[in-house]
């Protein structure tokens, strides 16, 4: 009986603490996820800042995003309409939903995981841009198949 009085308090801690440890890991792999395309969506707005036009980033390959671990960029106007696009997804150029675009506008960088599809699942950064001829957002993501 004196054992079970000491076993099942340090069999609870030793559960919670594994636990713990396994959630920490998963939440540092999802944040590291966003890595590439953190990069890839900043050197675009920046340019795109700095007065470039959308129509420069003409993609001719489109990747497959149920299919491809690529990362992928969408640059969409202010009202959500594509320029460009690297990527697509049953045919059709995917575009973020409104929410995360306005959130972008507003903050100026959203990161969130998209699922526009089941079982399509992205790490997806959105930055917001701005020059004197267009505004919008670059989209820019990777698939967490892998993570």
């Not at 993609?59 to 690529?70: E, P, Q």
Request: proline share 5%; net charge negative.
């Amino acid at each position: 009986m004196k054992i079970l009085k000491y076993w099942i308090p340090l069999a609870v801690a030793i559960t919670f603490l594994c636990g713990l440890v396994t959630l920490v890991e998963q939440q540092n792999l999802r944040q590291s996820a966003d890595d590439p395309q953190i990069q890839i969506a900043e050197d675009i707005a920046t340019r795109l800042n700095g007065g470039e036009s959308p129509t420069v980033f003409a993609f001719t390959n489109k990747t497959k995003m149920h299919k491809s671990l690529a990362p992928f960029v969408i640059i969409v106007n202010e009202e959500g309409e594509i320029f460009s696009s690297s990527v697509e997804l049953d045919g059709e150029i995917p575009v973020p939903p409104r929410e995360v675009l306005d959130y972008a506008k507003e903050k100026n960088k959203n990161h969130f995981t998209w699922e526009p599809e089941l079982d399509v699942r992205n790490a997806t950064v959105v930055i917001s841009y701005k020059n004197q001829d267009s505004s919008g957002y670059v989209t820019a993501g990777r698939s967490l198949r892998e993570i």
